[in-house]
């Protein structure tokens, strides 16, 4: 039986390898590729925000009886995340290589410090809280979240 935090640290680690290779293409300027990668990057990110926000979130919310804490912050990292795809998008579809550079490095020191509070604090916690449930909750996760 996975855990939650064995599922989504999986597919942080999915996300991320998936961000790399859309930005190397665009910071060298291979627009062709560049476009199709970011896709499938934001799409995958999207639905792991999603899952998050429609599965862990409400589930870890409910068992301690409080939508403050640890995932409020974490929907607000994700909100800041969202806008910073948007503003990249926004700089693919200019080909602008130095704002796209900026942007993405804006999202990925954010996702870096987003992922580490999520592995070594929200994800163990969400395990132990969740016990009862975690591995029902740690698949349905899996497959909103494919590797």
């Given at each position: ?17 998936l961000f790399s ?69 926004r700089a693919l ?55």
């Amino acid at each position: 039986m996975s855990s939650i935090r064995d599922v989504l640290a999986q597919h942080h680690q999915h996300c991320d390898e998936l961000f790399s290779t859309c930005e190397e293409a665009c910071l060298d300027k291979r627009w062709d590729a560049g476009g199709p990668a970011f896709a499938q990057f934001r799409a995958a990110f999207a639905g792991h925000l999603a899952a998050e926000e429609s599965l862990l979130f409400p589930a870890f919310e409910a068992a301690m009886g409080s939508s403050a804490g640890p995932t409020q912050v974490m929907k607000i990292e994700h909100e800041q995340m969202r806008g910073l795809l948007a503003a990249m998008e926004r700089a693919l579809a200019a080909q602008d290589r130095n704002d796209f550079a900026g942007q993405a490095d804006t999202l990925l020191i954010l996702m870096q410090q987003h992922n580490l509070k999520e592995e070594n604090i929200l994800y163990p916690m969400c395990d132990n809280v969740l016990a009862a449930d975690a591995g029902d909750l740690a698949a349905r996760l899996g497959a909103a979240c494919p590797s």
